[in-house]
């Protein structure tokens, strides 16, 4: 590995922002609701909604670090489409695009937070 303390440091950054995250939103008890919704996104203070991005940006950059002398075959990746579709935005940015989704629909908050980001910022902007 090449980088292996950039690769660690992303790895506690991930894990502490994450962490923050979940606990933020009342989630980490909850065993009937592993995955971050709609509702839990519209109930989370803007610092919670901030930190549960920064841990996905450093899954990615993590992801993106060791895929560098293995690149995944064709389609074998969410990585590449998620870079490519984040990549001209800042946190703040996609906190008020799901901010925003999420108020204009309602009807979708048991959406989990993911399939918005993949469906409607990421894929439709890489």
């Known amino acids: 590995m090449k980088h292996p303390l950039f690769i660690r440091a992303?790895?506690?950054?991930?894990?502490?922002?994450l962490s923050v995250c979940v606990q933020a939103q009342g989630i980490a008890d909850d065993p009937d609701a592993p995955i971050a919704t709609g509702e839990h996104w519209t109930s989370a203070q803007p610092n919670a909604k901030l930190a549960y991005l920064l841990g996905i940006v450093n899954m990615l950059e993590i992801e993106?670090?060791?895929?560098?002398?293995?690149?995944p075959a064709d389609n074998a990746s969410l990585v590449p489409v998620m870079v490519r579709g984040l990549k001209d935005m800042t946190l703040n940015q996609i906190r008020e695009a799901l901010d925003g989704w999420?108020?204009?629909?309602?009807?979708q908050l048991s959406r989990p937070v993911m399939e918005t980001i993949w469906f409607e910022l990421a894929k439709p902007n890489s």
């Open 10 to 17: 992303c790895v506690l950054g991930a894990a502490l922002s």
């Open 102 to 107: 999420y108020s204009d629909h309602p009807d």
């Open 64 to 71: 993106q670090a060791l895929q560098v002398d293995t690149p």
